[in-house]
C-alpha cells in the first residue's frame, strides 16, 4: 500500500502535466511550423529559459517523486518484517516530539518583524507544531539518506541537459575570483525574503569555493512600492564608493524595514560621502543602471526573484545550497 502523501504528490505531477521524459532535451526537435523544425536554439532567450526552467523542474519534480517511491518502498520492507502496518511503522520512523516554549519563543523573537503584530501567546501552539513539522521532515531527510547509502540507490532518470544562455554581466558587481570556473548571476530584489536567503548561500558558497567560484549580482527589483528599485539605486551609488557589497549585507539585514529614506541612511552607516551619494541617488545614470539590469532580466523571461542561472543556465532548486554544492563539486571533478 502507497502512503497517502505519494498519491498525492504523483496525482499533482500527473494533473500539471509535469514528465521529463516527454519535454526534448537541448538537442530535440520540438515542433514544426511552415515547414522548418524548430529546436530550442532556435528560440528567444525567453523563450529557452523558460524552457530549461520547465524541463529542470520537471526533473527536480520527478526526483521528490522518486525519494517518496523510496520511503514507501523501505516502510513496507520494515512494516512486513515487524508484522506491523505501513501506517504505525511510518509514523514511528518520522516522529518527532513538540518543542518546548523556549523553542518556540526563540524562533518568535527571531521572526517577530513579519507576524502581523500578534503576540506570542496568540502564536505559542502554531509555532510549536511548525518547529514539530520540521523536525519531522529533518527526520525524514536524514531517513531517505541513510536508505540511499545503505541501498546503493542511484538514480536512473537523466538529467535534462539545457542551453546556457548569454547573459549581459558586463560592469555588474561580482564576488570571488574574477575568471571563476563556475559562475553564478542571481537576480534579486531587497525586499525578497528568499532573494535574503540565497545571498546568506552565496556568501557561504564563496567561502567554501574563494578560487573557483564568481557570483555576479544583478537588480531585479519587482517589490510593487518601489522601495526595492530605490534601495537598487542606492546599491549602484555604494558601488561607485567601493562598498557595494556591505550596502547589500546592511540592505538585506533590515529588509523589513526598508523605506525610500533607507539607501541615504545606509550610506551614512557606511561612512561613504554622503553629498557624493545623494547626487548620484538623485541622478540619471544610477537609475539607468539599475533598468538595465532589470531589462536584462526581462530578455530572459523572468518573473519572479531571486532567479539563479549557473554557467548561463537557470537553476531552479528547492535546496539552494545543497543543490550548488553538488553541481560546483561536479563542475571542479570533487565528490561532495
Same mark, same amino acid.
Given at each position: 500500500?502507497? &502512503?497517502?502523501?505519494? *498519491? ?6 500527473? *494533473? ?5 521524459? =516527454? +519535454? ?10 511552415? %515547414? ?60 518527532? #516530539? ?12 527571531? &521572526? ?12 505559542? =501552539?502554531?509555532? @510549536? ?7 519531522? !521532515? ?5 531517513? $531517505?539518506? *541513510? ?7 542511484? +538514480? ?5 541537459? +539545457?542551453?546556457?544562455?548569454? $547573459? &549581459? ?6 564576488? %570571488?575570483?574574477?575568471? %571563476?570556473?563556475? /559562475? ?16 546568506? +548561500?552565496? @556568501? =557561504?558558497?564563496?567561502?567554501?569555493? #574563494? ?13 510593487? =512600492?518601489?522601495?526595492?528599485? @530605490? ?8 558601488? @561607485? !564608493? ?16 526598508? /523605506? ?30 539599475? /533598468? ?12 519572479? /526573484? ?26 571542479? %571533478?570533487?565528490? *561532495?
Amino acid at each position: 500500500m502507497r &502512503n497517502l502523501f505519494s *498519491s498525492l504528490l504523483l496525482g499533482l505531477l500527473l *494533473s500539471a502535466g509535469v514528465c521529463a521524459a =516527454t +519535454v526534448a532535451d537541448s538537442s530535440g526537435q520540438l515542433f514544426e511550423y511552415q %515547414g522548418k523544425t524548430y529546436q530550442p536554439s532556435d528560440l528567444s532567450p525567453r523563450m529557452v529559459q523558460l524552457l530549461s526552467s520547465f524541463q529542470l523542474g520537471a526533473y527536480q519534480n520527478l526526483l521528490t517523486l522518486i525519494d517518496e517511491m523510496l520511503f514507501d518502498v523501505y516502510v513496507e520492507q520494515q512494516a512486513k518484517k515487524q508484522d506491523r502496518s505501513v501506517i504505525a511503522v511510518a509514523r514511528q520512523l518520522l516522529t518527532a #516530539p513538540l518543542p518546548d516554549e523556549a523553542a518556540a519563543r526563540a524562533f518568535y523573537d527571531k &521572526n517577530k518583524d513579519r507576524l502581523a503584530g500578534k503576540s506570542f501567546e496568540e502564536l505559542q =501552539t502554531k509555532i @510549536q507544531k511548525l518547529l514539530q513539522r520540521r523536525l519531522m !521532515q529533518a527526520n525524514r531527510d536524514k531517513l $531517505i539518506a *541513510s536508505i540511499k547509502k545503505a541501498g546503493k540507490f542511484k +538514480v536512473l532518470v537523466k538529467k535534462p541537459q +539545457v542551453l546556457a544562455l548569454k $547573459i &549581459n554581466t558586463e560592469g555588474f558587481p561580482y564576488k %570571488g575570483a574574477k575568471d %571563476g570556473k563556475v /559562475t553564478i548571476v542571481e537576480f534579486s530584489d531587497y525586499q525578497c525574503q528568499n532573494c535574503q536567503r540565497a545571498a546568506v +548561500v552565496m @556568501q =557561504t558558497l564563496l567561502s567554501r569555493y #574563494p578560487k573557483q567560484l564568481k557570483v555576479v549580482f544583478m537588480d531585479f527589483p519587482i517589490n510593487p =512600492t518601489g522601495i526595492s528599485r @530605490q534601495v537598487a539605486i542606492g546599491g549602484v551609488c555604494a558601488d @561607485q !564608493q567601493g562598498k557595494f557589497w556591505k550596502y547589500h549585507d546592511a540592505a538585506f539585514n533590515q529588509q523589513f524595514t526598508l /523605506t525610500r529614506e533607507s539607501p541615504q541612511a545606509i550610506a551614512g552607516t557606511l561612512g561613504l560621502d554622503q553629498e557624493a551619494f545623494k547626487k548620484c541617488l538623485s541622478g540619471a545614470a544610477a537609475a539607468a543602471r539599475v /533598468t538595465t539590469s532589470y531589462e536584462e532580466a526581462r530578455r530572459l523571461g523572468l518573473t519572479t /526573484t531571486p532567479s539563479v542561472f549557473v554557467d548561463g543556465k537557470p537553476f531552479p532548486s528547492r535546496h539552494l545550497y545543497q543543490d550548488l554544492v553538488k553541481y560546483i563539486d561536479e563542475a571542479l %571533478g570533487k565528490k *561532495s
